[in-house]
Structures are given as C-alpha cells and as structure tokens.
C-alpha cells in the first residue's frame, strides 16, 4: 500500500510531517527499518513500534564505565562483555539494547556477526522518570525473561540499589536486592562483587 506524502510543509511548531512519512507506521515497523534508522536518540524495536529512549546523563555512563571494568575482570576467557548501543535481537519484532550485557564464552558469537541475537546477562541503569521505571521494571524484565536470558540486573541510581534477578522456569525471581552497605553478587560470575556503594559514586 502506498503512502501520500503531504505536500504541504509543515508549520513552524508542528511536527516534521514531512519526515513522519518517510518512516513505517507504528505497528508495521520490521526488523531492517529498524536497523536501518538513525537518529541522535537511543532507540529499541517492541513488538513493531519503535520507542525512543532518553539520552544517558553523565551520571549514567560513569556507573556504566565502572560496571563494565568490574564485570570484565570477573568475566571468563571467551566470554564478550559489552556495552549501549548495541542492538540485541531478543526474538522477531523486538530489539532491545542492555546498558551492558555479557554473552558466556560457549555462546559467544562469531567475529562477522553485527549483532548479536543471544545474550546471558543484561544489564539496565534506570534513567529518571516513571516511564524508565516502567521500562526497566516491568517492560524489559517481561522481554528478556521471554528471549530466556539467565540473568538480569537493574541498577537503580534513584534508589540506591541494585536488583539482581535469576531466570527459573521462564520468570524472573530475585537473586537478591543490594543496597548502598551490600555487595551485589551474580549467580553467572560468581567473582563477581559489586560495592553498591562505590559504584553509585562512580
């Protein structure tokens, strides 16, 4: 089905219709509209609808410089350890992209792959605001226990902790949650220890 584009341009303080029409409608986008969509802001792929994500602040990407050296220390030989933006397919229509996710070294993929499409570990920093809280919470607990990924952390800088959740029987069940005093542990890097406390003032 063809799409008229208007050829009226747009007002100033309207939306750029123009642009509007260039992309798919929500529902219809696939997988290479997807990847093929640039833009300034993050973004992820849900069930065909495409949902732009806020920008890190530079709180965010301290803590996630810190997650990473901690997380690449305890990783073992072969494994890959990465960090946003990296699109990760999690199953048809759904492209999510993890602060930081960790990929065991028996699933690691090949050197020509662009993206990869099976992870062991995600990782999410809740932005501010209660759609972030939503989204990391609720949204992508629901997807990542969906694409059978083992394990789960959501690092919340608002609260001051960190949930570690553990796939068992396609659900997510706390592993445990760490506050400023504890230390956050991983039941898939067992080196692994995270100071609550010094990583949230990273």
């Known amino acids: 089905m063809s799409i008229t ?4 341009p747009s007002a100033n303080g309207e939306p750029a219709w123009e642009a509007a029409f260039l992309l798919p409608s929500q529902g219809q986008w696939s997988e290479a509209d997807f990847l093929k969509f640039h833009t300034n802001r993050m973004a992820e792929l849900v069930d065909g609808r495409l949902e732009i994500l806020p920008m890190p602040t530079l709180k965010h990407q301290r803590i996630l ?3 990473l050296g ?16 990296l699109p990760t397919r999690l199953f048809p229509g759904t492209i999510r992209e993890p602060d ?12 020509d792959v662009d ?31 969906r694409a059978g990924i ?12 960190v949930t570690v959740l553990v796939l068992q029987d396609g659900n997510y069940v706390e592993h445990g949650v760490f506050q400023m005093d504890d230390e956050a542990t991983s039941v898939l890097l067992p080196e692994l220890r995270v100071e609550v406390r ?3 003032n990273a």
């Open 5 to 8: 584009i208007p050829q009226i």
């Open 65 to 67: 410089r810190w997650l």
């Open 70 to 85: 901690m997380f690449e220390a305890a990783a073992p030989a072969g494994s890959v350890t990465l960090f946003a933006p």
């Open 100 to 111: 930081l996710l960790y990929i065991a070294p028996e699933n690691a993929p090949s050197p």
């Open 115 to 145: 993206y990869p499409t099976r992870i062991d570990l995600a990782l999410e920093i809740v932005s501010p605001g209660s759609d972030a809280r939503t989204r990391d919470y609720e949204d992508k607990r629901r997807d990542y226990a």
């Open 150 to 161: 083992a394990e789960y952390w959501i690092v919340d800088p608002q609260e001051d902790q």
């Open 198 to 200: 010094a990583m949230l």
